[in-house]
């Protein structure tokens, strides 16, 4: 179970998914092991002359067989025994000979071992396997002890089959595994099976694929087999792969009544998790002490909350430490007060415990920051997060405009969810990485799965107003006003708040300005409320564009849509679309261009209004003819973060709409006067 609670989520324009091997890695495996010539077992060549189905170009290898061997020894003990062979169909695919297993205190490498099967000439046997630390990311855990055996198989070249084998054994946090039938590349056989000790039962939970019964069980073993699953492939703004891959999750259960680290339901997960977290949340008189001088000059429970969650942002630095059950148990609170860090599960204890000197409850909640990794379909189980954030119960009677995040809880009440790891994110809201998402809220008496709210789209908006004025020459100049709130603030903040030089705080406005215009240049340019998180963040810039307009004769022609590029190209591709689009957060963005006319010249025609109105999105525009100048004004809205494959369709007629309107122009003549 790699996947941990300390995440830091780090704002980005687009969501991404990271290729199978990491870039940062490939001066580590430069070095590669030592490559010996010897027979590969027989079920290696067993698989050389499958015959497989057609795959198109784009196919980059097969998994021709995958076998993973559950074997349960105690509570305290399951031994993992795992086999995997790729045929390789392109040079893109020669990423699929380098086998990655982790291991960390608790969980140990026993043995490791790789094969290649060339097309032409003798096989090649790998046993020397490095040991490496996964990559430094910034934001990310400072100590850990989870690291990656990596085993670099030879020639992994069109036409050869690449093959492993390992063994793995752990004291597991809890009694639980994941079959992850489902891979980028297709599938074409995959086995499972799981031993138990006698006495023991276990459950099988399928999602993302119908339930395949197993095998007739022998000596308390259970075999299941899938074949033919066709590869995932990236499409743009896709949910997360742990969201739509075919999975099947296998709950252990031994004699004699429950544990505390078996589970089935997302109330059996929070009883683990409050037990991980008891006495974690005690305070300390230098802990009330802090409390105390924070609130002191507050005066009422809105302020005295606002106080401590700037604290916790900003006084506590994001620092994690992993090691062992680490990964998931936050540290007390009284460590993270003292050293001042600590992860996403510490900053939330420590606001918890500080919140509670005010008389003031709240409650984890055990989120994944990629919006779709867990939904209510999905089985409990705990390797679906990697975050946590608290849901802050509110006194009965307080109500704030600034309170937009919350939740109306049938038996807690009103509910405030709060990320004390977001220090760009105000007290109040949430980002678009949990809104709409589930997650586990973690109560003493029912946890239960719960959808975080999704903010009106008015939090999350760039107004841009733009004065402006033209010549007869078609040249452009003046005056843009930007006004940003919600992600579009975070985002920006995120990215100049370690700038020093005046000319990278401009970086942003000339990006704006390249997506519209062929040329520009800046005459004057200031940052509004960098520091400021409670405020809107916003940009002041003037600028000038050389032939702006375009001469036509005796003709001008203007484009009113000045800046800002909203059109789409993700849905124009050939293929039809199998997932889902994502949107980062809901959104509506408003724009304004005043463009005052060049003299002597008058308005012959101008672009019709827009509607584009649909249950995900919206965006209407009107150019109008005013006095000496023309005015051009758009709204562009998200509604929904979420639009299905059956609307696919719908999204590319709506951003072609879009793409037409920002291409459209304005006609000025010489006036006849």
Known sequence: MRNKLCCNPVPRPRSTERAPLCLLWIVILAASPRALAGDAPPWMHALVNTPLPHYDEKTDAVLLYSETNVIVLSADKIKTHVREAYKIL?????????????????RKVTSIRGWCIPAQGKDFEVKDATEVSPPNVPGGELVMD???????????????????????????????????LQRAAPVRQSLYSVQLPPGWEYKASWFNHPETKPATA???????????????????????????????????????????????????????????????????????????????????????????????????RYVAIELGIGGWQ???ATDVFSHRYGDCKDKA???????NEVGVDSYYVVINSRRGSVGPDAPARADGFNHVILAIKLPPGLSDPSLIATLQHPKLGKLLFFDPTNELTPFGQIGGYLQSNYGLLVVPDGSELVELPQQPATSNSIQRTGKLTLDASGKLQGDVRELRFGDR???????????????????????????????????????VNLQLTDQPFGFNYS?????????????????????????????????PRKFPIEFAAPVRDTDTFEIALPAGYEVDDLPPPVDADYSFASYHSKTEATGTAIRYTRTFEVKELSVPVSKADD??????????????TAVLKLSSK
Do not use: C
Request: aromatic share 10%; no cysteine.
């Open 330 to 332: 936050p540290h007390p």
């Open 218 to 316: 022998t000596n308390n073993q259970w075999n299941w087999a899938v074949s033919d699953l066709e590869g995932i492939r990236k499409e743009d703004e896709m949910p997360p792969m742990r969201g739509v891959a075919a999975q099947m999750t296998v709950s252990f259960f031994p004699p004699g009544g429950a544990v505390i680290n078996e589970f089935t339901t997302w109330q059996g997960m929070g009883a683990w998790y409050l037990n991980l977290t008891s006495a974690r949340r005690d305070t300390s008189p230098e802990i009330k002490q802090q409390v105390a001088a924070l609130t002191a000059s507050a005066h009422t429970p809105l302020e005295k909350m606002q106080a401590i969650a700037q604290f916790v942002q900003r006084d506590i």
């Open 90 to 106: 392109r040079p893109e695919g020669r990423e699929y000979g380098t086998a990655f297993v982790y291991f960390n205190s608790h």
């Open 489 to 527: 603030a975070m985002l920006e903040r995120h990215v100049l708040r370690s700038t020093t030089k005046a000319t990278d705080q401009i970086k942003p406005i000339e990006s704006v300005l390249a997506d519209s215009l062929s040329t520009f240049r800046i005459t004057k340019a200031t940052v």
């Open 651 to 664: 999204l590319k007629t709506f951003y072609r709409i879009i793409a037409t309107d920002e291409r459209n």
């Open 543 to 575: 600028f000038e564009s050389e032939n702006y307009a375009k001469n036509a004769g005796s003709l001008l022609l203007v484009r009113p849509r000045v800046l800002g590029v909203k059109a789409e190209p993700l849905l124009e591709t050939k293929e």
């Open 146 to 180: 989870v690291k990656d055996k990596v085993l670099h198989i030879p020639a992994p070249s069109p036409g050869n089959v690449i093959g492993y084998e390992y063994e793995v054994e752990e004291q597991p946090f809890v009694l639980q595994d994941t079959w992850y």
């Open 349 to 355: 204890t420590l606001t918890a415990a500080m919140l």
